[in-house]
């Protein structure tokens, strides 16, 4: 034991000698390094003998203090660091094996941590990130836990921690939730704040965690805070200033974003995070450094960038600091530095933009000058280049250099752009330089060379197709070929180059972008030509143009260019009106135009609208094309302008008509009412009339029933055989017109169809004129000789303001001729309109226009044709105030009232709404016929019949009542009442005291009756027919005293036999019915009987009463079982025309006696009899007897 002892006290002593002399002489670390020794050499080296120690004597502290320490010494040369770490025991686990094992030793954890950050220098990085993954840096942190005072022991172990964050997955760690390294750092440097060395160690660790982009994390921690206290503690600190200032420069950001967000800081505050003085004192003391220079200068220009007021504080006033002039002269001193270039190129590019005053003094120093020398000192570097455009862009804003100046400037940036064509933000920049010397008022534009033109065409096709997904380097290229374009000669090259499909490549790649879809329109409006003008590049151009035309439909200056583009290309290709359509370019123009009724558009903008829209419109396929598409669009404002324009609307669709297709929709039945009053077919309202009750438009329902039932001449309304279902007041309400005259309306679609159409005759005259240059007439003379000029209109006027633009145009003096009839001429207008106002069904449609002969006549016989013969042409203009004197209103006037309503075969269950409203009682008050005849009724509303006032004619035949509404006969002035076919029955009984004087005609056929109704001929003294065929009566047992009855009729009933005195009281009858029953003899009939119907009953003989009827003319026996027919002598009457006695079983036909009594017959039917013989000595000669 006293030998071991003695051994590790020599141990002890001899690597303590061995430190000593190392300290005093450090040459020794070159003398004991070993030369050429292998690891079977039986010496030992150096390297070898501090490892066996810290290995074998690991649990001695006093050992293990000295072999630190001695470690430390050792690895200051790197060939003995080198052999370390080459050795296969590992030098590192015998380091934190004794930090590990002597955590509370200051000397071990301060020499450990100092060895640590000597060997974590010479291992690559892998290997540090191995650390860090296995744990081994939580025994550095403990460090700072332990011995928090303790400066000697703290600044080794920060050393530790800087060199283990140089892997960014290390920064990841040691920013963690676990560690927060941050923290550390900043209790570090508030505890410490007079240790330089810990400020710079500190600073330059958070700088490497700041890289790593957890910027917020920092910031939230007052990272910033400790940081610029240590810049301004320690300004002539040149590694603490750069490592701070980098730092600041990569969390400015964040530091102003949070500061929006907290809403708290206050001046002092800002001062306090202010490092403006700190960055000019570095630039001042560090003027030979170019990592302060350069850390500086991104510091300044990140401040500048969230700070906009502090560029006030840049001068040479009081409390001001000649920024400006230190960057300048940091540029300029190192202009070999790239990086210092970048940095402070950027710093006065961002002061340049924010002051006016700095720009001047930077150019007054040349400073342009000296960045374009800078530029040829770096051929090669794109960043230089980069960060000079960016200066130059910045310093020539708003000012005009000398033409030499800016040809030696655009020279260096052409040919940087050239030499880095695939750097994306140098384009960009370099394109915004450019920019400047191509606007318009520059030298540049007139004075450039032609080729230099065509070289920076080149050039800048090049980097817009190469960078086509980059916003900003097109927008700039646009505005770069826009200035170009007004060069002289600029356009044939820019056409040779393809800038056609390269402008419209860049519209399709940014459809959202405001700025490039306006000015590329703008350049296509220039750039079309009729020689680029093909189909595929037309069909391109419409694509492109009415997309960007639909996007911003708000944005008037795109509509402005998008619409001239159009305008032009139409000039050059009337067949590209087709292609707009077919994308859509209808809609477009539709929202516009309208728009000019609801938002007063730029008077420039409205006569656009309506020269593009008249020019579309010349083509009556597109005519019918943008009609459906107004009327899908429910946009009736441009639906009646294209009717007042010619368009069909009977034009046959894809799918079903217009009218039904509006219907359908529904909602909109100012539409409706356009297409009824231009001639829509009947069958189609009627289809649309289908579709509309399915949805119960009752507004639209009642348009579409004026259209097909009021016929204004018979003063009827007729909705028969319609199968509507049900009825509603609504619907019938505006069927019956008003007796007030409407006023005439100033429509908007009219007041477009008259801009478009002066537009039209406009351009007709242009063209006439230029194909015809010597005419022999004046615009002034065609007025003058024919008195013929547009119809004043007042919406016109106040929406279309063009009296500068239109007059001067002669739209007022436009000739009236068309081409192609293309066209309509006013007149055709005029009356479109008329019968728009007074509702008329149907309308000319081409009938009008102007053919292509004389120019003359077709006008003149359309004048006279809308004018009365007897109106003088003196009052002959079309003026607002001179009605048409057949209006529809006119009628009703004349007619007073609607008499006649057919409502007959509509399925209709019930009518009680109509008796329930109060405003369509005062029209049916006025009805003299009304029709309801198969339907499905099962009763008519007696408040109905009391407002029936006038009903003269009522049919309710083929309905379901089955009781008679006995207060039908309480109405005033019916006359004609059938309810036949209805399931009334067996019986019904009058009122006795009702009495109904007026009624002539009761139909009570095909009912369930089996008996006459009683008291009838109390209630209807006077009528006059009385039909009861069909029903279930056996016999007429009682009186029929019926003083007026002239008709009877009891057919198909079963009747066998009549009551003596059956026709005692009908001293009128001349016709009864009684066919199709079982009667076998009859009574004594009225004498005044004229026509008998007794076939098929069961008669023997020909009954006396018949024979003895002085007024016979025409008597039906057929299908009885008559055996004897008598002869003429036997019948009382002479006015005989038919005997009908077919079907019979008659052997003899006697005409021997009296022939010339029948002298008047004409018909004497006896088929399927039993003839066999004819008694007659002379047939009748006087008429020819029809056997």
């Not at 390094?33 to 690891?39: F, I």
Request: proline letters at 4%; hydrophobic letters at 40%.
């Amino acid at each position: 034991f006293p030998l071991l002892i003695y051994c590790i006290l020599v141990l002890q002593m001899g690597w303590s000698l061995l430190c000593k002399l190392i300290e005093i002489c450090p040459s020794t670390l070159h003398n004991i390094a070993p030369k050429d020794v292998g690891k079977d050499w039986e010496v030992l080296g150096v390297h070898q003998q501090i490892l066996k120690m810290l290995t074998v004597h690991k649990g001695n502290i006093n050992l293990s203090v000295i072999g630190l320490k001695a470690l430390n010494l050792l690895l200051m040369s790197d060939v003995i660091a080198f052999l370390l770490l080459e050795e296969e025991v590992d030098v590192f686990s015998l380091v934190f094996n004794a930090m590990h094992t002597f955590p509370k030793n200051e000397e071990i954890q301060q020499h450990g941590c100092k060895a640590l950050h000597k060997l974590f220098e010479k291992v690559p990085e892998e290997q540090l990130t191995e650390f860090v993954e296995s744990k081994d840096h939580m025994i550095i942190l403990k460090v700072f836990k332990e011995f928090p005072e303790k400066e000697e022991v703290i600044l080794p172990a920060l050393y530790s921690l800087h060199s283990l964050a140089g892997p960014c997955n290390n920064v990841e760690v040691l920013m963690s939730g676990n560690v927060r390294c941050y923290n550390i750092i900043v209790e570090m440097m508030k505890s410490f704040p007079n240790s330089e060395t810990v400020q710079e160690v500190s600073c330059c660790l958070l700088h490497k965690l700041t890289l790593g982009n957890f910027f917020n994390i920092l910031v939230l921690h007052k990272v910033p805070e400790v940081i610029v206290k240590a810049a301004k503690t320690y300004p002539e600190n040149a590694k603490l200033q750069a490592a701070a200032l980098s730092c600041l420069a990569l969390l400015t950001e964040t530091i102003f974003l949070n500061q929006d967000l907290e809403e708290r800081k206050e001046e002092e505050e800002e001062e306090k995070l202010c490092w403006l003085e700190a960055c000019y004192r570095a630039l001042e003391l560090h003027r030979r450094n170019t990592d302060v220079l350069e850390a500086a200068c991104w510091a300044l220009k990140n401040l500048f960038l969230y700070q906009r007021n502090l560029h006030e504080k840049i001068g040479d006033g009081d409390n001001q600091f000649p920024i400006d002039r230190a960057v300048m002269l940091s540029m300029l001193m190192h202009s070999s530095s790239k990086e210092v270039f970048q940095a402070a190129a950027s710093t006065l590019a961002i002061l340049s933009q924010q002051n006016v005053n700095i720009r001047k003094t930077l150019l007054a120093k040349g400073i342009h000058m000296n960045v374009l020398d800078i530029m040829r000192k770096h051929p090669h570097s794109p960043e230089v280049a980069e960060s000079a455009c960016r200066i130059l862009n910045h310093v020539f804003e708003g000012s005009f250099p000398h033409l030499d100046i800016m040809t030696v400037a655009v020279s260096e940036v052409v040919k940087a752009m050239r030499k880095h064509e695939k750097s994306l933000s140098l384009q960009l920049e370099a394109l915004r330089v450019l920019l400047h010397f191509m606007m318009p008022g520059n030298y540049i534009t007139s004075k450039e060379s032609r080729e230099g033109v065509c070289m920076f065409l080149k050039n800048n096709f090049k980097s817009k197709q190469l960078f086509c997904c980059h916003c900003n380097i097109q927008k700039c290229g646009l505005k770069l070929l826009a200035s170009v374009a007004e060069c002289t000669g600029a356009l044939e090259i820019l056409t040779q180059q393809g800038a056609t499909d390269t402008v419209l490549h860049t519209l399709q790649m940014y459809p959202d972008e405001q700025d490039i879809q306006c000015l590329g329109l703008s350049l296509l409006h220039s750039l079309i030509t009729r020689k680029s003008l093909c189909i595929a590049t037309m069909h391109v151009l419409s694509t492109v143009l009415v997309s960007a035309l639909r996007r911003f439909k708000e944005v008037t200056e795109i509509q402005m260019h998008g619409f001239h583009t159009i305008l032009s290309i139409l000039g050059l290709s009337p067949c590209f009106a087709k292609l707009l359509v077919h994308e859509s370019f209808d809609t477009v123009i539709f929202h516009q135009m309208s728009m000019c009724f609801t938002d007063q558009r730029d008077r420039q903008f409205q006569s656009l609208c309506c020269k593009c829209f008249a020019k579309i419109a010349e083509s009556d396929d597109i005519k019918n094309m943008m009609l459906e598409k107004a009327c899908i669009e429910y946009n009736s404002i441009m639906a009646e302008c294209l009717l007042l324009l010619g368009a069909d609307i009977n034009k046959k669709t894809k799918t079903n008509s217009l009218i039904y297709q509006v219907c359908e929709k529904g909602n909109n039945p100012k539409l409706v009412e356009l297409l009824l009053a231009n001639g829509a077919r009947e069958q189609d309202v009627r289809s649309a009339l289908a579709i509309s009750i399915k949805r119960g438009d009752s507004q639209i329902i009642s348009l579409l029933l004026k259209r097909l039932s009021l016929d204004v001449a018979n003063s009827s309304i007729c909705l028969g055989g319609f199968g509507i279902g049900r009825l509603e007041p609504s619907w019938l309400i505006p069927l019956f017109p008003d007796k007030l005259t409407p006023s005439r309306k100033q429509n908007a679609g009219s007041a477009l169809a008259r801009m478009v159409l002066k537009f039209q005759m406009k351009n007709i005259s242009e063209d006439r004129s230029r194909a015809s240059s010597d005419l022999n007439f004046s615009e002034d003379g065609v007025d003058k000789n024919y008195d013929w000029n547009f119809i004043s209109d007042p919406l016109v006027d106040s929406v279309f303001p063009f009296s500068d633009d239109i007059d001067s145009e002669g739209s007022e003096g436009s000739l009236f001729t068309k081409k192609k009839s293309n066209s309509i001429a006013v007149a055709d207008l005029y009356c479109r309109e008329m019968a728009f106002q007074r509702g008329s069904p149907t309308l000319p449609r081409h009938s009008y226009s102007v053919g292509p002969g004389s120019d003359y006549e077709p006008l003149m016989k359309q004048r006279r044709k809308f004018l009365p013969s007897d109106e003088s042409p003196s009052i002959s203009k079309f003026s607002p105030h001179i009605r048409p004197s057949d209006s529809l209103s006119s009628l009703i006037s004349e007619k007073e009232y609607i008499k006649s309503l057919d409502l007959s075969s509509n399925e209709l269950e019930n009518i009680d709404a109509i008796s329930q409203n109060s405003c369509l009682t005062s029209h049916l008050e006025h009805l003299e016929k009304l029709e309801l005849h198969q339907n499905a009724l099962t009763n008519i509303p007696e408040q109905l019949c009391e407002n029936l006032k006038c009903l003269t004619y009522l049919d309710l035949h083929s309905n379901r009542f089955t009781t008679f509404p006995t207060y039908l006969l309480k109405m005033n002035c019916i006359a004609n009442l059938d309810i036949s076919r209805n399931d009334i029955g067996p019986s019904f009984a009058l009122d006795p005291y009702l009495r109904c004087p007026t009624l002539k005609q009761l139909n009570l056929s095909y009912n369930q009756l089996v008996c006459t109704p009683e008291f009838l001929t109390n209630v209807a003294e006077n009528l006059e027919q009385l039909l009861l065929e069909g029903n279930k009566i056996s016999c007429l047992c009682s009186p029929i005293c019926l003083k007026e009855l002239k008709i009877l009729n009891i057919s198909k009933n079963n009747i066998s036999s009549l009551a003596e005195n059956v026709f005692m009281g009908c001293t009128k009858l001349e016709q009864f019915n009684a066919r199709m029953n079982a009667l076998e003899i009859i009574p004594d009939l009225s004498s005044s009987i004229t026509s008998l119907k007794l076939s098929q009953n069961h008669f023997i003989n020909v009954p006396e009463a018949i024979l003895l009827l002085p007024h016979l003319r025409s008597v039906d026996l057929s299908q009885n079982k008559i055996i004897s027919l008598p002869g003429p002598m036997h019948w009382k009457s002479l006015n005989l025309r038919e005997l009908l006695f077919n079907y019979n079983q008659i052997d003899v036909l006697d005409l021997s006696e009296k022939a010339c009594a029948w002298s008047r017959l004409e018909k004497l039917h006896l088929s399927h009899n039993k003839l066999k013989e004819v008694k007659c000595k002379m047939l009748p000669k006087e008429n020819e007897i029809t056997f």
